[in-house]
């Protein structure tokens, strides 16, 4: 019997390829900037050379697993963020808020140090024991093109972020 379970068309399977070790265990918004964190690989799959060149870089990428958002809380329309009605109602999909449909999270950090089979970044909004489903450096030739723009309710809920 073939142990590959059976995928359906258009399924997609992940596995963490390592966790988030942070002092930060509840799951609050705001003042991420300081916080050190350690992204810890997994050993049964990777090595020590997987993380060469990442300390090269200013600033990497990481996505996530917001492994802690229950099912039930899990958002597929409009809502105001953070539930403040002073913000306008927009759609879960103009948010980046944890409660998405795929629970996916997306943060870009700066890497302090690689050990071994540990990197240590600043700046991580994920918090302990999160599943890292991978790690990507910054280049600025994949940051936006043109000029930035958006909203006045996200720079005012982004205030005190990082």
Same mark, same amino acid.
């Given at each position: 019997?073939?142990?590959?379970?059976?995928?359906?068309?258009?399924?997609?399977?992940?596995?963490?390829?390592?966790?988030?070790?942070?002092?930060?265990?509840?799951?609050?918004?705001?003042?991420?900037?300081?916080?050190?964190?350690?992204?810890?690989?997994?050993?049964?799959? =990777?090595?020590?050379?997987?993380? $060469?060149?990442?300390?090269?870089?200013?600033?990497?990428?990481?996505? !996530?697993?917001?492994? %802690?958002?229950?099912?039930?809380?899990?958002?597929?329309?409009?809502?105001?963020?953070?539930?403040?009605?002073?913000?306008?109602?927009?759609?879960?999909?103009?948010?980046?808020?944890? @409660?998405?449909?795929?629970?996916?999270?997306?943060? %870009?950090?700066?890497?302090?140090?690689? @050990?071994?089979?540990?990197?240590?970044?600043?700046? $991580?909004?994920?918090?302990?024991?999160?599943?890292?489903?991978?790690?990507?450096? =910054?280049?600025?030739? !994949?940051?936006?093109?043109?000029? $930035?723009?958006?909203?006045?309710?996200?720079?005012?809920?982004?205030?005190?972020? =990082?």
């Amino acid at each position: 019997m073939d142990p590959t379970p059976q995928r359906q068309p258009g399924s997609v399977t992940l596995r963490p390829i390592g966790q988030v070790v942070s002092p930060r265990g509840e799951l609050i918004d705001d003042h991420w900037g300081e916080v050190p964190s350690v992204i810890r690989l997994d050993g049964a799959v =990777y090595g020590e050379e997987a993380l $060469l060149g990442l300390a090269d870089f200013s600033h990497l990428e990481v996505v !996530f697993h917001f492994h %802690r958002v229950p099912e039930e809380e899990i958002e597929t329309g409009a809502r105001h963020p953070r539930g403040n009605t002073d913000w306008p109602l927009v759609g879960i999909f103009a948010q980046r808020s944890k @409660d998405r449909p795929n629970r996916l999270g997306v943060s %870009r950090c700066t890497p302090v140090k690689v @050990d071994g089979m540990e990197l240590h970044v600043l700046g $991580l909004d994920a918090v302990d024991g999160t599943p890292v489903l991978d790690i990507k450096p =910054y280049l600025h030739e !994949f940051g936006p093109r043109g000029e $930035l723009r958006q909203p006045q309710w996200s720079a005012e809920l982004m205030s005190a972020y =990082y």
